[in-house]
């Protein structure tokens, strides 16, 4: 085969989602044996391209080449028949099945079912590219590194020859994205092409060659990662050069609001999701959380709001005058009738802060409908509040009577903040409140919250951007393993300062 | 690779106009009936619209068979409702049937053991009682195993039915009248203690208008209360209603108890209202009839009248059509099932499309 | 005592056959998803279609061969059958529809179907009684190995059935084995178990859904054929078949979706069913009413234990009662 036809080439691909355009016209190459970034914000698009790659979703309009010969992927089948794989952010394992089954699943060679005999070829593939798997183990048995594992073996054992990895990092610790890396160069050196989806820029500059960014749907230009940097990769994913310019006020008259002493709380099987977790949050400021996901930030938010029993520790709320009364063991509702006011913008919004298939209305009574003693619910004031929020936060929508299903993401975050912000909550917990918001509605929500800051109430924010949270926060805890390994002063910090935290705990040492 | 050529590509509809909603579920029951026109002919050799005819003369042609169809849409309507609060919560009650036998069997006791101790108006009002807590506990104890344990709802429900089938059958034997006949018979047919009143001289209009009233009430409990609200939520997203302090156990119990005592004023309104009798087979599958009256209708209370209605058309009709020609009573029952297959596979047409791409170029 | 087993568990295993071809259908169904609630209106079609093939053939012809006497209403039987899993699986997989509303509305039609037919061919025969009787293609069926008797209680208990009871063994042995061995069995549970991962797979997810759902609603519909030709001894009478459908859907989870352990518990179900005939002559006729609450009570008793016990391994498949389209959002 000759070096320059591309693996793969994409021409004017687009595709659309109801009246949702998630990629428009895009074209590019992958070459053999090169590892391409494919950059880009969250909604970008990155993920439903690939997907047409794969053979999830059928492309409207554009044609693919793979190795110079035009194709039609319609199924994944197909697209294994290329010699394509991908990795999904969601793993696809079934999880009663063993790794060996998981591997195999699909796969019809003619010959009877011999796991035996595939286990042993999977270990030939894991020895070859430097990892690690117990071929019976079940998959609800993993860990999450483990399943990721899984996944890239059982596109190897398919033959692939381009493997396209959606986010591999997001739910890894740092070692374990080193130890992944180094497959991926293995991989590269035995001619293998690689695309990695990644909104990391570290990354892309560690491990690609070539990067291609995307941006709102659009293909917007492709470099050599060794001629590229950070500024300019932003520059391109974003659009514009990036300057938060969040505003920080300084906490007026901060007082003691939560008191957090102890806190350990424990996960299925007895695994300590936070263990001894202490501090305090106070009014008119914002605490930061930062980690990596899944180190105890949605255990820790949950705990104080009552959703997540908590083995040991304690929680106490502070009144103005100082009295305290104990959180712990209570749920939501008597946290509620104890005349706490707990605002919580949780990390799942359709399926926890509100009901994704009823309309603003129905989703405003969520906290409301409790009110006066009448069976009756009054819907009355939350069709007030909704027309409010939709009015003061620029929801887009139909109207109130819309499902909230059917807005979209950042018009969701708004209504749900908005929601808890009418509220006038003395606590604010917050987790990933920008996640998946463009820029504009990303701005909106700092906005709302500053306002609450300033107000005096007391915020929690559990962010991922570290930028962000260095800029909006006063001070910033750091979670690793469930643990505090740090807590910093906003102003005074820097990335490196936390980024550190969040891999070590007791920090101390910079690890890069 | 393959090459097909055409491309046929589902995606889910955004909105639907209100109107062709309701057009294209116009013309896919019209299609039906032409195919249910059919199959009469090719199964019978009998001219459908005479078979038709006869229907619709079954169920409207004396002021009696009108009255009738009232009456068993009555029934019907009212077990249909008691479902609709369990269905929304997303709690497969198919325990209908059950639940209404022993509202049923409470009812009859009463009748049997104090009908002549008490005036028949204080009776009633015990019957009442009796059906409705009968049906109550009958519900309430797959509820409480769904909330305590996530037991299976939809099976343990099912197996609730024949349990209740079988302590009616044996209370029809130790309640036997004559001895040795195996059956009650009619209750109290002297005395008539127990027997719902005549309205206007009119024996079913009692019937038609509690059904009315639960119709009334079921809408307006799940729309505007706020319990009917917390099992929307629950139904919806347990998270949620865990997030907001909803305890779903307890509305799980509650809303099944609720459910559960309508389906015991249903037994009540069989035993009290028309039929004055107990047997094992006097809510007649009714219970599964209702669980489609209310998915059809999308559980709104008014729109389920006309899936009552239809429903109880078909099998007045066909009882009917069995008289005149000699078919079958289970004809009926045919024709329902294929007009059920008609409206569940309409939905697909209201909430995606189909489009066609061609992809004209061939393979390299 | 001896004596007792050899009355009680061939009629046992009669009432059970019918549940062991019941249940192995519906858990090859619910396999791959789908949680067929019409398994009680198929056992009927199945049993109806080979009465009316049998009526047919008995009717049509002066003297009967035996191979046809059985295959004409066995084809009819899995003909039927195979229709109303085609039924169930266009609206339910290609259009998307309500399993449960799906299934009771099958069910409502299958018992419709058996009754209207049975009715028909009733008044057809001009019987005075309200059922027909196929006793010669009965006898075809019921046929049993013929040195079952000299055998003494070892025969009477274990070799005094028709060829259709030991079919419904080799069929739970051989689901079990497809589902548990093979290749096909692996993408099968892949499929109930989390249709988008299949699919990704490269595993054709609609097919095996049709297939699997077909396949089992055939299976299922022999426990109709072997009830009429076998146990009822060739008698069609309306309503007959009774509750046995949704009772085979109970012991799917009985058996937790392994086809292997429906052999034994479908024949103690089947010991539950008629463990009222067994009562001492002269108890209060009531009782038996009790008594024969027994399977359903069972029933509940162990969705109970299994909920409560609820280990990974026991449960439904993850997609049980969803239906799968590729591009949800």
């Known amino acids: ?512 | 690779m393959r090459n097909r050529g055409v491309h046929f590509h589902i995606s889910r509809r955004n909105d639907i106009s209100w109107r062709k909603a309701w057009g294209i579920r116009c013309a896919v029951m019209a299609l039906a009936f032409l195919l249910c026109g059919l199959i009469t002919m090719a199964a019978t050799g009998l001219n459908p619209i005479k078979v038709y005819a006869a229907m619709i003369d079954g169920n409207f042609g004396t002021s009696r068979r009108f009255w009738m169809l009232l009456q068993n849409m009555a029934v019907l309507l009212s077990i249909s409702l008691a479902l609709v609060p369990a269905f929304r919560m997303r709690f497969w009650n198919l325990g209908g049937d059950g639940q209404a036998l022993m509202g049923a069997l409470g009812a009859a006791a009463c009748m049997i053991l104090i009908g002549d101790k008490v005036p028949s108006f204080v009776l009633i009002l015990i019957m009442a009682v009796a059906s409705i807590v009968c049906g109550m506990v009958w519900a309430a104890i797959p509820a409480w195993f769904k909330a305590k344990f996530g037991t299976n709802e939809t099976l343990f429900t099912l197996m609730m039915n024949y349990v209740a089938i079988q302590l009616v059958a044996f209370f029809v034997i130790v309640w036997e009248m004559p001895k040795g006949s195996g059956k009650i018979g009619i209750i109290n047919q002297s005395t008539q203690a127990g027997w719902f009143p005549q309205i206007g001289g009119n024996k079913y209009l009692l019937n038609i208008l509690i059904a009315l009233l639960i119709t009334v009430g079921v809408y307006i409990y799940m729309r505007y209360s706020k319990q009917g609200y917390e099992l929307a939520v629950v139904g919806e997203s347990g998270s949620t209603a865990r997030y907001v302090g909803i305890k779903i156990q307890h509305v799980i119990i509650r809303t099944m108890m609720l459910s559960g005592a309508l389906c015991g004023i249903t037994g009540l309104l069989l035993v009290g209202g028309t039929d004055h009798t107990l047997t094992t087979t006097i809510v007649s599958g009714r219970g599964f009839t209702g669980v489609m009256v209310a998915w059809l209708a999308k559980f709104n209370p008014f729109v389920m009248i006309l899936t009552t209605f239809l429903l109880v058309f078909l099998k007045g009709g066909s009882s009917e059509i069995t008289t005149i020609f000699g078919l079958n009573q289970s004809f009926g029952d045919i024709i329902t099932g294929v007009l059920l297959f008609f409206i569940l596979g309409c939905d697909f047409f209201l909430n995606y499309t189909i489009s066609m791409s061609k992809s004209g170029k061939e393979a390299a | 005592m001896l004596d007792f087993f050899i009355r009680f568990i061939p009629r046992a295993v009669g009432q059970g056959i019918p549940l062991m071809f019941g249940s192995v259908g519906e858990t090859l169904t619910e396999k791959s998803g789908n949680l067929n609630l019409g398994t009680a209106g198929i056992m009927y079609v199945g049993g109806i279609c080979g009465v009316i093939g049998a009526f047919l053939y008995e009717t049509g012809t002066e003297t009967m061969n035996p191979f046809l006497g059985i295959a004409i209403p066995l084809f009819c039987c899995l003909l039927g059958s195979l229709l109303m899993g085609l039924l169930y699986c266009f609206l339910t997989v290609s259009l998307r529809a309500n399993q449960n509303v799906t299934g009771l509305a099958m069910t409502t039609f299958g018992v419709g179907f058996g009754n209207f037919f049975g009715g028909s061919l009733i008044k057809l025969s001009g019987a005075d009684v309200p059922s027909i009787a196929l006793s010669k293609s009965s006898g075809f069926f019921a046929a049993k190995l013929p040195f079952a008797e000299r055998l003494g209680w070892f025969g009477k208990i274990f070799l005094s059935y028709s060829f259709l009871a030991y079919a419904a063994i080799v069929i739970a042995l051989a689901a079990s084995y497809v589902i548990n061995k093979t290749r096909v069995g692996l993408n099968l549970r892949a499929v109930g178990e989390s249709p988008a991962t299949a699919d990704a797979a490269g595993i054709d997810v609609i097919r095996y859904k049709y297939a699997a759902t077909c396949i089992g609603a055939m299976i299922s519909g022999l426990g109709g054929l072997y009830y009429v030709f076998d146990y009822a001894s060739g008698v069609w009478s309306n309503d007959a078949f009774g509750d046995r459908g949704w009772l085979a859907i109970a012991l799917v989870i009985f058996t937790i979706w392994e086809p292997i352990h429906s052999i034994w518990a479908s024949i103690a179900f089947g010991g539950l069913y008629i463990l009222h005939m067994f009562i001492p002559a002269g108890t209060n006729l009531a009782i038996k009413e009790i008594y024969q609450m027994a399977p359903f009570l069972a029933t509940i008793f162990m969705l109970i234990l299994t909920s409560i016990h609820n280990k990974k391994e026991n449960q439904p498949p993850a997609s049980l009662g969803l239906s799968y389209f590729r591009e949800d959002r």
Request: net charge negative; with cysteine.
């Open chain 1, 1 to 512: 085969m000759a070096a320059d036809i591309p693996v793969l080439r994409l021409e004017h691909i687009t595709k659309r989602f109801g009246d949702v355009v998630a990629n428009d016209d895009i074209s590019l190459d992958v070459r053999q044996g090169e590892i391409l970034a494919l950059l880009g914000e969250n909604g970008s698009g990155k993920t439903t391209l690939m997907n047409m790659i794969s053979g999830i979703y059928y492309p409207d309009e554009g044609t693919i080449f793979a190795k110079g010969k035009q194709v039609e992927i319609a199924s994944p089948r197909d697209a294994f028949a290329l010699g394509i794989g991908m990795i999904y952010q969601h793993f696809k394992l079934v999880d009663v099945l063993t790794a060996a089954e998981n591997i195999v699943l699909g796969l019809d060679d003619g010959r009877k079912l011999d796991l035996k005999k595939s286990a042993r070829h999977i270990k030939e593939i894991c020895l070859k590219y430097g990892f690690d798997i117990d071929p019976e183990k079940k998959i609800y048995d993993m860990s999450v590194s483990e399943k990721q594992t899984v996944e890239i073996v059982k596109v190897l054992y398919r033959g692939a020859d381009l493997l396209i990895l959606d986010e591999p990092t997001a739910v890894l610790t740092p070692q374990e994205t080193d130890r992944l890396f180094n497959v991926l160069r293995n991989m590269k050196s035995d001619g293998k092409s690689v695309i990695i989806i990644t909104h990391k820029l570290q990354e892309v500059l560690s491990i690609s060659d070539r990067v291609a960014i995307l941006r709102k749907g659009r293909y917007i230009c492709d470099m050599d990662t060794k001629s590229a940097n950070a500024q300019e990769l932003t520059d391109a994913m974003v659009g514009r050069s990036v300057k938060l310019n969040i505003e920080r006020p300084v906490p007026v008259n901060p007082k003691r609001r939560i008191v957090v002493k102890d806190l350990t709380v424990q996960g299925e099987e007895g695994v300590e999701k936070l263990k001894g977790v202490s501090f305090e949050l106070r009014s008119g400021e914002i605490l930061g959380v930062a980690g990596i996901a899944g180190n105890g930030q949605r255990e820790l938010l949950e705990a104080i709001a009552g959703l997540q029993p908590v083995h040991s520790g304690e929680i106490k709320y502070v009144e103005d005058d100082g009295s305290e009364e104990e959180l712990v063991g209570k749920d939501p509702l008597k946290i509620m009738e104890m005349g706490v006011s707990l605002a919580f913008v949780p990390e799942d919004r359709l399926g926890m802060g509100l009901v994704a298939n009823m309309d603003l209305t129905d989703n405003m009574m969520l906290r409301s409908f409790r009110s006066g003693k009448s069976v009756f619910a009054d819907r009355k004031q939350p069709h007030n509040l909704a027309e409010d929020v939709v009015d003061k936060l620029e929801v887009n929508t139909p109207s109130v009577s819309t499902i909230v299903r059917k807005l979209s993401g950042g018009n969701v975050q708004k209504v749900l903040v908005g929601r808890e912000i009418a509220m006038a909550p003395t606590v604010l917990l917050t987790a990933y409140a920008v996640r998946g918001l463009d820029i504009n509605s990303s701005y909106t929500i700092y906005d709302l919250i500053n306002r609450q800051k300033k107000a005096g109430v007391a915020i929690l924010y559990v962010g991922e951007d570290l930028d962000v949270l260095l800029e909006l926060c006063d001070r910033i805890l750091v979670l690793c393993g469930g643990q505090v390994s740090g807590i910093v002063d906003g102003r005074t910090t820097s990335k490196q300062e936390v980024g550190t935290l969040m891999t070590n705990l007791g920090g101390g040492i910079y690890a890069k």
